[in-house]
């Protein structure tokens, strides 16, 4: 019973590491294509302008000492294999997020569950068949800023938990030192997840400050402090991206004009991308009792990036870029890895009658279609000549 009982983790543990082994191989040649300018990308763009030392963040610091060391063609395979391991560090990040949020799952579990999200897609519903630009999805490869930022993300929510978790006790000075900086080089690679963390922070600390009168205030004002540099940043970064040199006059940012068709795309475009976290989150994630303020937490930081990028748009030569967007995007594995850790709890309902079945099948459904189209996403780019933009 015992060797029984150890099987299945261990089964998990060999299909981990044989998937991630195949995810880092496909990861490598996809970014190649790229780097290599075989698949149209915006990383030919990233990269002349970082060797013109007119683009902004770390990337572009990669990109020049790669360049630097190797040449143009070996920088090529030297810079696909960097963002292959930035993968595998997401992976890893993701992992620790999970550890954090489900101690009782087990770790080869939460791996697993790390591992699939970074493989999820969009469902495929009529009128809605695109899976790449303008669609709710995870296997963005073609943006190398967004991959580099959102590695990073799942260790700013897990630094701030343990600052938030302490509000009302000392705060320690390692984890408020860690979480500043890590936030600052999340930002530095691309500040649109600062662009909504940042006001849903505000409005939790906000709320808090109400709820406690006050009694709160220095921790609050430490946390909210935390965000300076970051913000620093952001501001440093807006004034490159809408310099009159590298954007033109006419370029800024906007409210959308919103109409019933637009609202109606969006709800659908939101829906399809995200039908399993909304199952796992509204059916499983009440009954997480130890981890109801986290996903809270979480929930509403995701809300945040979804408002700002229904509302705002960019004008001008940047109005097809999408930045609005990108802060959304960021927090999709981590969206994913928790839903499907939260799918994971439900599964002993499979051994139950009625609406315990019929919630974990219908759960293992979605996750497979979201699946699907994920290993359809890394079966395409194949060859030259691919275009990311008309997928």
């Given at each position: 019973m015992t060797d029984r009982k150890n099987l299945l983790p261990r089964l998990c543990l060999v299909f981990g590491a044989v998937l991630t082994l195949f995810l880092c191989w496909r990861w490598q040649r996809i970014f190649y294509l790229m780097c290599a300018d075989y698949i149209r990308s915006d990383m030919p763009d990233h990269i002349r302008l970082a060797l013109g030392h007119n683009d902004?963040?770390?990337?572009s610091v990669f990109v020049r000492a790669l360049w630097a060391a190797f040449g143009e063609a070996r920088g090529q395979t030297a810079l696909s294999l960097l963002l292959a391991a930035n993968q595998l560090f997401g992976l890893f990040t993701v992992w620790l997020l999970l550890r954090r949020m489900f101690p009782a799952l087990d770790g080869r579990f939460a791996y697993l569950a790390a591992l699939l999200a970074h493989l999820c897609g969009p469902w495929i519903l009529p009128g809605q068949t695109g899976m790449y630009l303008g669609v709710f999805n995870g296997n963005l490869y073609h943006n190398m800023t967004l991959l580099f930022s959102r590695s990073f993300v799942p260790l700013d929510l897990l630094l701030f938990f343990r600052l938030w978790d302490a509000r009302r006790e000392k705060l320690s000075a390692r984890a408020w030192i860690a979480f500043l900086l890590c936030l600052l080089v999340t930002t530095l690679f691309k500040p649109s997840f600062l662009g909504a963390f940042a006001p849903a922070v505000f409005c939790l600390l906000v709320a808090d400050f109400i709820k406690t009168r006050a009694r709160g205030v220095k921790n609050e004002f430490l946390i909210g402090l935390a965000f300076i540099p970051s913000l620093a940043a952001l501001l440093w970064a807006s004034s490159v991206l809408y310099a009159e040199d590298f954007a033109g006059t006419s370029s800024g940012a906007a409210l959308r004009s919103l109409t019933l068709p637009l609202i109606f795309s969006l709800a659908v475009m939101y829906?399809?991308?995200?039908?399993?976290?909304?199952?796992?989150?509204?059916?499983?994630?009440?009954?997480?009792?130890?981890?109801?303020?986290?996903?809270?937490?979480?929930?509403?930081?995701?809300?945040?990036?979804?408002?700002?990028?229904?509302?705002?748009?960019?004008?001008?030569?940047r109005a097809n870029d999408g930045n609005f967007l990108?802060?959304?995007?960021?927090?999709?594995?981590?969206?994913?890895?928790?839903?499907?850790?939260?799918?994971?709890?439900?599964?002993?309902?499979?051994?139950?009658?009625?609406?315990?079945?019929?919630?974990?099948?219908?759960?293992?459904?979605?996750?497979?279609?979201?699946?699907?189209?994920?290993?359809?996403?890394?079966?395409?780019?194949?060859?030259?000549?691919?275009?990311?933009?008309?997928?």
């Open positions: 902004y963040g770390l990337a829906l399809r991308g995200a039908l399993l976290p909304l199952w796992s989150f509204s059916l499983q994630g009440p009954k997480e009792k130890a981890q109801r303020e986290h996903l809270g937490i979480f929930a509403f930081v995701l809300a945040a990036a979804i408002l700002e990028a229904v509302l705002l748009t960019e004008t001008g030569y990108w802060g959304s995007y960021t927090l999709y594995p981590a969206l994913f890895a928790q839903a499907i850790a939260l799918l994971w709890r439900m599964l002993p309902g499979l051994r139950e009658k009625g609406a315990p079945r019929l919630r974990a099948i219908v759960g293992l459904i979605l996750l497979l279609g979201h699946l699907v189209t994920g290993v359809y996403c890394l079966h395409m780019p194949g060859s030259a000549g691919y275009d990311w933009f008309y997928f």
